[in-house]
């Protein structure tokens, strides 16, 4: 069984940040996927950023330059560090765990960003 706890969401103002903590527990293999994923109130849930066990990252273009993402194997831990933030990024942020090698997704409950204008 493999958990994913999210922390870190909130209220900010336009141009504030926040940062995003995720912590994975379980049977979690060595080589995976984690990323945050987010969905918008009427819209579908959409890449935000992911980074390969090995270090190796991937970001949505609305976010590049704007929101880095980080992982530390040893605790099974991402985080996603958001600057200067929009009220476009209004939306629910969720973990995701991939575990490539049985293929498998796993999500947290999500934690709620709302950037206010």
């Known amino acids: 069984q493999v958990q994913l706890v999210e922390s870190g969401g909130g209220l900010v103002q336009a141009g504030g940040s926040l940062r995003l903590s995720c912590a994975a527990s379980?049977?979690?293999?060595?080589?995976?996927?984690m990323g945050w994923y987010r969905q918008a109130p009427g819209k579908q849930r959409e890449l935000v950023a992911s980074t390969t066990s090995s270090g190796t990252t991937n970001y949505a273009d609305s976010v590049k330059g704007r929101f880095t993402i980080s992982r530390d194997n040893a605790k099974n831990a991402v985080y996603l560090q958001m600057n200067s933030l929009k009220p476009e990024d209004t939306a629910v942020y969720y973990c995701?765990?991939?575990?490539?090698?049985?293929?498998?997704?796993?999500w947290g409950k999500g934690t709620l960003v709302t950037v206010s204008s």
């Open positions: 379980g049977n979690i293999f060595r080589i995976n996927f």
């Open positions: 995701n765990l991939n575990q490539l090698v049985i293929n498998k997704d796993y």
